[in-house]
C-alpha cells in the first residue's frame, strides 16, 4: 500500500512564502513524475508544478517564476504567494508498480490560505 502524505501548508500574508513536502511510503516500483495540483470549490483540479524522475520541470503559467519544485520530496517552494493562490494542493505521484503496471497516487492534500 502506497500512501502520500503532504505538509507544509498553513496561513502566509501576501507576499510570503510557504514550502510544502510529499512524503511517500509504501513500495513503489519506479517513480515517471511528481507532481502538486490544486483545487478550489467550484473549480477544476488544476496542475501547479511537475517534476520528472529526469529532473524535467514543468509550471502552470500563473506560478512560473514563484514557484520551484524539486525531486526530494517533491518539496514545492512557494514564494511571493497571492490571495488567488489560496487552495488545497495535493500531491501526485505517477509511475510503475513493484510488478510494472502503471500507478497513478494522490494525497489527502494540504489548504494553503494567503491573506492579510
Known amino acids: 500500500q502506497v500512501h502520500l502524505v503532504e505538509s507544509g501548508g498553513g496561513l502566509v500574508q501576501p507576499g510570503g512564502s510557504l514550502r510544502l513536502s510529499c512524503a511517500i511510503s509504501g513500495n513503489i516500483g519506479r517513480i515517471y513524475a511528481m507532481a502538486w495540483y490544486r483545487q478550489t470549490p467550484g473549480k477544476e ?11 524535467s520541470t514543468f509550471y502552470a503559467d500563473s506560478v512560473k517564476d514563484r514557484f520551484t519544485i524539486s ?46
Request: proline residues 5%; hydrophobic residues 30%.
Open 45 to 55: 483540479r488544476e496542475l501547479v508544478a511537475v517534476i520528472t524522475s529526469g529532473g
Open 71 to 116: 525531486r526530494d520530496n517533491a518539496t514545492l517552494q512557494m514564494n511571493s504567494l497571492k490571495p488567488e493562490d489560496t487552495s488545497f494542493y495535493y500531491c501526485n505521484l505517477n509511475g510503475a508498480g513493484p510488478h510494472g503496471g502503471p500507478v497513478d497516487y494522490w494525497g489527502q492534500g494540504t489548504q494553503v490560505t494567503v491573506s492579510s
